[in-house]
């Protein structure tokens, strides 16, 4: 099948390209840098070294798998750059992570957050527009976000919610809460993409994704050049990620806040597995399924207990510190969000267990003289301190 | 009170500019002249001559009038335009007009689908911010529209709906199903806007609107150069102005498609008074409340009806055409939407007559030589020919 990878430069756009080319499929993928450029302004890094360009990971695989990668260096805003990629390869599916991922980057400041919507729905729109008129038979499989529901006080269905009110009744899309801009720039994206579902009979299929903790796959492990890119910084890490990454270094566990936060979560394998049932297991025409896309829930305490039960079996002296929530978010909630969809597809969970946390414990280790220790706490606040005195008088 | 005023040059924004400075109020108003662009392109115009710019109509009401309304040209996606507003003007209500209102607009094109989105989320971005930081206390009244919510078979209710699932309950955003990409854009600023109300504890109110229609308010009769733009073209008109204006001209009234399609509809007189209403009785502190700001529902075939009857009476020839509907939308279906959160604040509807149509007709009868005709029946499809064929083999 010929598929167009947007974001391969990436943590799972780049396993993922791996992944479909190890399996005979033709993959073209596409970056522009961005979350490289991101840390380097924040005067941080990958934790594993990505020193090649694209294109030299793409020899590398080359070299070593006998698969070939194609390969775009651009932005995909840029329409010159989107148009000739659906007219030109002719995708079947676009796997879609081309997108700035960070809530805590969307905040730090009004530019950043102009930024991010601008960049995410910009670039879809661009995506949707270039499926449209070039290949309207196309699959595609959007990345979403599990944050595009937030936490309501009702159990979260995949996407769509059956809704019945004064005796009548709905299926219809599910309420959205998202928790920063970021998030909300997702929720545009679903809106924009069941729009181009709906009206154009595009094939679409969002996966709201949960927190993604690992650091190899199948692939990853063949050859030093084929790591993928691991995040621990404020901006780009996520939680079991982190807390991992602070156990080896020695660094107190950073829970944000009560510790409470429940969210879905998965192993980066089972991305893989996820993003390759939904492109084997395409949706119909005109249909925009939604699929929420993790394996267990968790909260911030419970994988910090799980880190510090690993990591003192491991011989690490762990400690696990409650620092002031940089968020605002419900830090004790209800949260039970539906994910069989994927499971039905016959998704193969890979669960949590200390053993994993002991394997990313060692591959951590390998790189531990890489970690940039500034980076770690937070400093980027949902609720800034006022710029300006309140000038009315009341 | 102070009032910033977005959009200040247009159909609404004038004659709200208007209506407050009559009461007393300080007005600044801000307009990029993005209507009148956008209908230059098209080679069309307002049917009303609106040969003055914003400073020159303003100068014109302090003549007559002897209020002071203060003008700003420019764009809000630039912040060095937004900015300052705020900052020297501390206004303590911002009613927003200031975005790109078409959907058939939004269609025209790719180009003309990122600029409707791009212009009217990051605005609205520009005004978030804005209040964050110059102006917390402000009360944001933004118009959205009755369209965000397209035609669910289910009680449309004012922005928020009890759910209860699986024996739990909560009150949340109401499912959004926006038919077009410029509808898509109002619900994205109705997502970011409560994203910003929550976490900043901004002030805001969402007046989802009907389709307005009418010519003259209380102070566009005062003097000619008072009067407010009325567009009838494809792309700006809605569809009663335009049905009162085709059948002043003997044109056949363009009913698109079966013309079952309900919505709901006020009396530009309306809109000034639900204006005022939610801004004198603003939103509290971190609250996003929304009102469905229309008067009554009507299909289309009754609009249509109506014009026929009053236009029959009034000496007219008239015929009504069923054309080939560009939009993609249910031509028949359930359609009810509450509307009762602005008549508890004290909203007197003046409501839809054959008089009313009547008083239409002989305003209109006064620029009927303006008419550009051509500029009426719709060619924006939303689902345009393909650009090329099908390529993927079966």
């Known amino acids: 099948m010929r598929i167009l990878i ?20 033709e993959v073209h993928a596409v970056d522009n840098y961005l979350r490289r450029r991101a840390l380097a302004e924040n005067g941080t890094d990958s934790l594993t070294p990505i020193a090649d360009s694209l294109p030299a990971r793409a020899a590398a ?15 995909l805003c840029d329409w010159s750059v989107t148009e000739p990629l659906f007219r030109d390869f002719q995708p079947e599916a676009i796997i879609h992570y081309g997108e700035m991922p960070s809530a805590p980057y969307s905040l730090i400041s009004r530019e950043h957050a102009v930024f991010t919507q601008y960049n995410n729905v910009v670039n879809t729109l661009n995506v949707l527009f270039a499926m449209r ?14 944050g595009e529901y937030g936490t309501p006080n009702i159990d979260i269905e995949e996407g769509f919610i059956d809704i019945r009110h004064n005796g009548r009744e709905d299926r219809l899309p599910f309420p959205k ?43 990853t492990k063949l050859d030093p050049r084929f790591v993928t890119r691991f995040d621990y910084d404020e901006l780009f890490g996520t939680a ?32 893989l597995q996820c993003v390759e049932l939904a492109v084997m297991n395409p949706a119909a025409e005109g249909e925009y399924r939604v699929f929420n896309q993790f394996t267990e829930q968790f909260s911030i305490n419970e994988l910090a207990d799980l880190v510090h039960r690993a990591g003192t079996d491991y011989g690490y002296n762990i400690r696990v510190d409650h620092v002031e929530n940089p968020r605002v978010e419900a830090e004790e909630h ?38 940039i220790t500034k980076a770690i706490m937070p400093r980027t606040k949902w609720r800034p301190e006022p710029r300006v005195m309140e000038s009315i008088a009341e």
């Open 334 to 371: 209800y949260y039970n969000a539906k994910h069989t969809a994927l499971l039905d597809l016959g998704l193969k969970p890979r669960y949590l267990s200390e053993t994993l946390v002991e394997s990313m414990f060692s591959a951590i280790e390998r790189h531990k003289h890489r970690v």
């Open 240 to 271: 079991l990620n982190r807390f991992c990454l602070q156990a080896v270094i020695g660094h107190p566990l950073t829970v944000y806040g009560k510790g409470g936060q429940t969210r879905g979560y998965l192993n980066i394998v089972d991305t």
């Open 61 to 75: 695989w080359e070299e070593v798998a006998g698969y070939h990668i194609g390969v775009t260096e651009g932005d």
């Open 133 to 146: 008129d070039y290949t309207p038979r196309a699959h595609l499989v959007k990345l979403g976000t599990m």
């Open 177 to 219: 809460l998202p928790g920063s801009l970021y998030h909300c720039s997702k929720v545009h994206d679903s809106t924009n993409i069941h729009f181009a579902s709906r009206i154009w009979g595009l094939r679409s299929t969002d996966l709201n994704q949960g927190v993604v903790y690992g650091i190899e796959t199948e692939e």
């Open 6 to 25: 947007l974001g391969g430069d990436g943590y799972l756009g780049w396993a993922t390209a791996m992944h479909f080319s190890a399996r005979g499929h």
